[in-house]
């Protein structure tokens, strides 16, 4: 007698109909065997039919576990990677093509580092970590490329294998830009650049990218590399060659005036603009004026907003700015600040966040934006309740208001005119110090008071004396 064999799982049975039910043409296989005497059922699937079921699994599961069943749906698995971030530039050119054939993001400033031979260190800044060479003086903050050479025939294969790449990171090339020429050609869907140790030289073939929309230009990283950088001779390259951009971030770049306005004046759809830590001259504030459509204006970790924004009747303003923000700046000059928020007087949010030196004078400048639905302090801990009071009572479009993490705000200090104006607001999230986070978390729960019967002092035997009166002396 015949005995059948018991199907050891579920997904057995579901896969044994889905073979059953499937018609004759998509039983033809890519490769593998054509029958299930090896045990392995999936071998009765095409690949097509595999790749559908692994568009359901989700994407840590399948990278991780899924992947590691056979090296055919390691193979399989890797076309469904869109995203990847490389770690070494020797497999860009032997498996990358073919192991992730459809990737549209790139980033290859991890692999673009030298590795050097004897390294006990890793340093890591933001979502890069680079190994240092201990024998070099200084270890850090002169972290070496690879060759330009080895970068733009990297690229040169980038594009031949990937014409679909929409966002792509790299390091660029200041010898030779066949690489970033190439990459213009054959990759006309790319929206996205960012380009690290950038120079002036290096934006020459900027005016190919037809479609570019996203740009970010990084001169220098505070301790992790130096470069000369961008000046207004770069960003004039690329007002002129960028007409279409939307979003721009400039992250250690020089320029000044001419620089800015030229990006103002040529790049009409910039609606978004990124300065961090930058190096420009004084005067730069001035041209921002020219931006006729910008609507977010971001400032990060910038040591000075402007050393000499010049005289108040020559700065002009922007009058589709919208959001004015401010992240881990040192903000100590009250002139500076104030000519920020001349030119971005129509601005309707205003974010300060991790700022140093923000207090009750300087955060008065922003009393000239009369039209403010929205402001966020966090990390502010120079400001003081009636510094914040005085200004957000002025503005009568207030809608929503964020204080976090400011300790000089106390909430013993409002006012009965603050507290109205809370009342009224569409959105309001009040955590100014750690103390009143604590009190409102605990409030009913009786905690934070029954602790002190655990904590009294033991009186010992020997000390009973020193607690109650002392003893009459023996006649």
Same mark, same amino acid.
């Given at each position: 007698m015949r005995q059948h064999r018991r199907l050891s799982s579920w997904s057995e049975l579901w896969l044994k109909n889905v073979v059953v039910n499937m018609p004759p043409k998509t039983l033809t296989l890519d490769d593998g065997p054509t029958s299930s005497s090896s045990g392995d059922l999936t071998s009765l699937l095409s690949d097509q039919l595999l790749l559908l079921v692994f568009s359901f699994v989700p994407p840590p599961l399948l990278f991780s576990s899924a992947s590691l069943v056979c090296r055919r749906w390691?193979?399989?698995?890797?076309?469904?990677?869109?995203?990847?971030?490389?770690?070494?530039?020797?497999?860009?050119?032997?498996?990358? !093509?073919?192991?992730? !054939?459809n990737l549209t993001e790139l980033d290859l400033l991890p692999a673009s580092f030298v590795c050097p031979s004897f390294s006990?260190?890793?340093?890591?800044?933001g979502t890069v970590s680079v190994s240092l060479d201990l024998y070099v003086d200084p270890p850090v903050g002169d972290a070496q490329f690879i060759s330009c050479e080895s970068i733009s025939v990297g690229l040169e294969t980038i594009a031949s294998n990937f014409p679909n790449l929409r966002k792509l990171c790299t390091v660029a090339p200041t010898v030779s830009d066949s690489g970033l020429f190439a990459i213009a050609n054959s990759c006309p869907t790319l929206q996205e650049l960012e380009l690290h140790g950038c120079t002036d030289l290096a934006l020459r073939p900027i005016s190919v990218f037809e479609n570019l929309q996203i740009l970010r230009l990084v001169g220098s990283v505070e301790g992790l590399y130096s470069g000369p950088?961008?000046?207004?001779?770069?960003?004039?390259?690329l007002a002129h060659g960028c007409k279409r951009l939307v979003e721009l971030e400039l992250s250690g770049c020089e320029g000044s005036y001419d620089g800015i306005s030229a990006i103002g004046r040529c790049c009409v759809m910039l609606e978004e603009l990124i300065i961090s830590d930058h190096k420009m001259d004084s005067g730069w504030i001035a041209g921002?004026?020219?931006?006729?459509?910008l609507k977010t204006l971001r400032l990060q970790g910038c040591s000075r907003i402007d050393a000499d924004p010049g005289p108040e009747e020559h700065l002009g303003s922007c009058p589709a700015v919208e959001s004015v923000q401010l992240q881990r700046c040192q903000i100590r000059d009250k002139r500076s600040l104030h000519a920020l928020f001349m030119v971005c007087e129509s601005a309707r949010e205003i974010v300060f966040q991790n700022c140093w030196g923000l207090d009750d004078e300087l955060f008065a400048s922003a009393a000239i934006c009369r039209r403010v639905k929205l402001l966020n302090l966090q990390s502010c801990s120079v400001l003081s309740t009636q510094g914040l009071e005085s200004i957000i009572l002025s503005w009568p479009d207030l809608e929503r208001l964020t204080v976090i993490s400011c300790n000089n705000i106390k909430d013993k200090e409002i006012? !009965?005119?603050?507290?109205?104006?809370?009342?009224?607001l569409k959105e309001l999230k009040w955590r100014p110090d750690t103390k009143s986070m604590l009190a409102t978390s605990l409030g009913g729960t009786g905690m934070g008071k029954k602790g002190g019967r655990f904590f009294k002092r033991r009186i010992l035997p020997g000390q009973q004396r020193l607690k109650g009166k002392p003893d009459e002396e023996p006649s």
């Open positions: 390691l193979r399989l698995s890797g076309h469904l990677r869109h995203r990847l971030t490389l770690l070494d530039w020797s497999f860009l050119h032997q498996r990358l !093509p073919y192991r992730f !054939p006990t260190a890793l340093l890591s800044r950088g961008v000046t207004d001779i770069g960003l004039t390259i921002l004026a020219f931006c006729g459509n006012s !009965p005119a603050l507290s109205g104006l809370f009342s009224s």
